[in-house]
């Protein structure tokens, strides 16, 4: 069974740092692209960015509103994500999702994770 | 950056009914558009994706449609559980997702 555990989030004050983790199980971790979406408090969904595998490629991409700021990463060996977020602002508030992916679309998703920004 | 518009934001329905939800993209995104389902408390899940392409354990009721800029997603007879809010998501461009559609029950 494909199963993707976040982990990592929490409360965090402003221009402060968080890293978040996805553990991926039940499937081949590193050929498959995984991306991150997040959601504000009863809000849309929010397309972070993604990763390629690395067979194809590994590009990197992350969303407008978090380049500079976000950085995605996985380590194949670990089955593991990860999203390095700086600089976070009350607006990155949102439960994190990991998804993997099925022909470009995230067929796979963790049960989320809460990050919340305040002082 | 692409931008998803989709109407209607609700849709009041009774079960049986067809549902037809619309997603229409700020320029062409080829076929590269998934829709997925949310219901409250859950993570999304992946319903189409490639426009036409029924994601695992999806029932035909769902069908897909469109190409370029406009698309459209249908519920044949809606059965209860149906009722939730769907978004749309371009992938041809990075990735955004569109604001959402929610079926409820009329």
């Known amino acids: 069974e494909v199963q993707l555990v976040e982990s990592g989030g929490g409360l965090v004050q402003p221009g402060r740092s968080l890293r978040l983790s996805c553990r991926g199980s039940g499937f081949t971790f590193g050929a498959y692209a995984v991306a991150w979406v997040r959601q504000a408090p009863g809000k849309g969904l929010d397309w972070v960015g993604f990763?390629?595998?690395?067979?194809?490629?590994?590009?990197?991409e992350h969303a407008a509103s978090v380049k500079g700021r976000f950085t995605i990463s996985r380590d194949d060996s670990k089955s593991m994500a990860y999203l390095q977020m700086n600089s976070l602002k009350i607006e990155d508030t949102a439960v994190y999702y990991c998804?993997?992916?099925?022909?470009?679309?995230?067929?796979?998703w963790g049960q989320g994770t809460l990050v919340t920004v305040s002082s | 950056e692409i931008m998803l518009t989709q109407s209607p934001a609700t849709l009041s329905l009774s079960p049986g009914e067809r549902a037809t939800l619309s997603c229409r993209a700020s320029q062409s995104v080829s076929t590269y558009l998934a829709w997925y389902q949310q219901k409250p408390g859950q993570a999304p899940r992946l319903v189409m994706y490639d426009v036409t392409n029924r994601a695992t354990g999806i029932p035909a009721r769902f069908s897909g449609s469109g190409s370029g800029t406009d698309f459209t997603l249908t519920i044949s007879s809606l059965e209860p559980e149906d009722f939730a809010v769907y978004y749309c998501?371009?992938?041809?461009?990075?990735?955004?997702f569109g604001q959402g559609t929610k079926v409820e029950i009329k």
């Open positions: 990763i390629r595998s690395k067979a194809s490629g590994g590009a990197i």
């Open positions: 998804t993997r992916e099925i022909e470009g679309a995230s067929g796979y």
């Open positions: 998501q371009q992938r041809y461009y990075s990735g955004t």
